[in-house]
């Protein structure tokens, strides 16, 4: 998991999300990381209907710009936030950046919400 950061982590919650990860047992995680690559889900990414953030880090050594504007394409109501300087996990690396464009985004489709049901 270590891997995965650009920027460093807390290390107590590092240390609780590896002992987490250290729960589910090692087949599971393989059968999902082999399913990841062997299966392309991009044909069905126009059936999401749902508003969804796509947060990204622009250090991120797994997936690139590439893969978040084919997803940002494919998915009809999406928006893409980049957190620069940070890997594959902005939730770790930049938590409180994180909540706040969570929070953003959410209250922009709560109040969309509450104008549309008030009609």
Known sequence: QLSTFHRP????????????SLKVPAFVWQQACE???ANDHS??????AAPTLLIWGNKDLFFDRNEQVRLL???????LKIFDGDGHAPIWES???VAKEVERFASKKADRHVK????
């Open 9 to 20: 982590v807390d290390p107590e919650h590092f240390e609780t999300a590896v002992n987490e």
């Open 35 to 37: 399913s990841m690559i």
């Open 43 to 48: 044909a069905e990414l126009g059936q999401i």
């Open 73 to 79: 394409n494919g998915i009809g109501n999406a928006e």
């Open 95 to 97: 938590p409180e950046k």
């Open 116 to 119: 549309v049901s008030a009609l």
